[in-house]
């Protein structure tokens, strides 16, 4: 009878090896939810020539100090009486005289489309957009951040200077008994079509649209500030301040975007997310 026992020496075995679970790899595994939100908030690097990095950081310093220093030559002439400020009453009362029913009627419905209620609302449905459609959450939380510090801002400030508003009978839209300088309303909208104009244009290759965008950015801001004025709820000194506080602000947030998110091949930016890699072009 054959013998059942295995008379093989046990170096000369061999056996079948067992088959090895099979797992993803770390390349198709789907990411982790906290991967996914810790990328949320990182930002994109911008690959950029040192030259184009310098530019950022010449324009920024320009804008912030154009700002400061037009807001503290309005600041002074305001606190005085002189200056700038000795021009607010003859401008007021220019513009009183050349009221009409249609044009009282636009600049109400443009005061109540960017008013105290419809700005914040605007504000927050396009930052929570951004936020979730982005990739990145840097840029929305920026503007948010902007928005936030420019509302802190023109209230500090209002209660520190104490200037009263033009003579309540010249408003056209309802009483206002809250102090004048700077124009909160004016603030508003100046960081958000400015900040807002840079964070979205900024990514662009474009020159034409980033040029669009500067130039329609503008002239909404002249428009608003031009309806606080004649619905008689800010003198003009007013309105250029919070103009003067937005250029500071927009300059701060260039500048703190550029350190954050521009690499060069001499430098490698904070940011560790990286974005799409493209070749430095000749704008900046």
């Given at each position: 009878?054959?013998?059942?026992?295995?008379?093989?020496?046990?170096?000369?075995?061999?056996?079948?090896?067992?088959?090895?679970?099979?797992?993803?790899?770390?390349?198709?595994?789907?990411?982790?939810?906290?991967?996914?939100?810790?990328?949320?908030?990182?930002?994109?690097?911008?690959?950029?020539?040192?030259?184009?990095?310098?530019?950022?950081?010449?324009?920024?310093?320009?804008?912030?100090?154009?700002?400061?220093?037009?807001?503290?030559?309005?600041?002074?002439?305001?606190?005085?009486?002189?200056?700038?400020?000795?021009?607010?009453?003859?401008?007021?009362?220019?513009?009183?005289?050349?009221?009409?029913p249609?044009?009282?009627?636009?600049?109400?419905?443009l005061?109540?489309?960017?008013?105290?209620?419809?700005?914040?609302?605007i504000?927050?449905?396009?930052?929570v957009?951004?936020?979730?459609?982005?990739?990145?959450?840097?840029?929305?939380?920026?503007?948010?951040?902007?928005?936030?510090?420019?509302?802190?801002?023109?209230?500090?400030?209002?209660?520190?200077?104490?200037?009263p508003?033009?003579?309540?009978?010249?408003?056209?839209?309802?009483?206002?008994?809250?102090?004048?300088f700077?124009?909160?309303?004016?603030?508003?909208?100046?960081?958000?079509?400015?900040?807002?104009s840079?964070l979205?244009?900024?990514?662009?290759?474009?020159?034409?649209?980033?040029?669009?965008?500067?130039?329609?950015?503008?002239?909404?801001?002249?428009?608003?500030?031009?309806?606080?004025?004649?619905?008689?709820?800010?003198?003009?000194?007013?309105?250029?301040?919070?103009?003067?506080?937005?250029?500071?602000?927009?300059?701060?947030?260039?500048?703190?975007?550029?350190?954050?998110?521009?690499?060069?091949?001499?430098?490698?930016?904070?940011?560790?997310?990286?974005?799409p890699?493209?070749?430095?072009?000749?704008?900046?």
């Amino acid at each position: 009878m054959p013998s059942t026992t295995d008379d093989t020496p046990p170096e000369r075995r061999t056996s079948t090896p067992a088959t090895a679970p099979i797992t993803p790899t770390d390349a198709d595994a789907e990411p982790r939810p906290q991967g996914r939100l810790r990328d949320k908030f990182r930002a994109e690097v911008r690959p950029r020539t040192e030259r184009q990095r310098r530019r950022l950081y010449v324009i920024a310093t320009a804008l912030a100090v154009l700002g400061a220093a037009g807001f503290l030559v309005l600041l002074y002439d305001v606190l005085n009486h002189d200056g700038l400020a000795a021009l607010d009453r003859p401008v007021q009362r220019a513009v009183e005289h050349y009221r009409s029913p249609q044009v009282t009627a636009v600049m109400i419905v443009l005061a109540a489309a960017f008013g105290p209620v419809a700005m914040p609302i605007i504000v927050l449905v396009t930052t929570v957009w951004w936020f979730l459609r982005s990739k990145h959450a840097w840029r929305p939380v920026v503007l948010a951040v902007t928005m936030l510090t420019g509302v802190i801002l023109a209230e500090v400030i209002a209660h520190l200077v104490g200037r009263p508003r033009p003579p309540i009978d010249q408003m056209l839209f309802g009483p206002d008994h809250t102090f004048s300088f700077p124009s909160g309303h004016v603030l508003g909208i100046a960081n958000f079509l400015l900040t807002g104009s840079y964070l979205l244009f900024s990514r662009s290759r474009n020159l034409a649209r980033e040029i669009t965008g500067i130039i329609v950015a503008a002239v909404l801001l002249a428009v608003m500030c031009a309806d606080r004025i004649y619905l008689g709820y800010h003198w003009p000194t007013d309105t250029l301040a919070s103009v003067c506080l937005a250029l500071l602000e927009l300059g701060t947030v260039i500048a703190i975007d550029t350190w954050r998110t521009v690499s060069t091949p001499t430098r490698t930016a904070p940011a560790t997310a990286r974005g799409p890699e493209t070749t430095p072009a000749a704008s900046g």
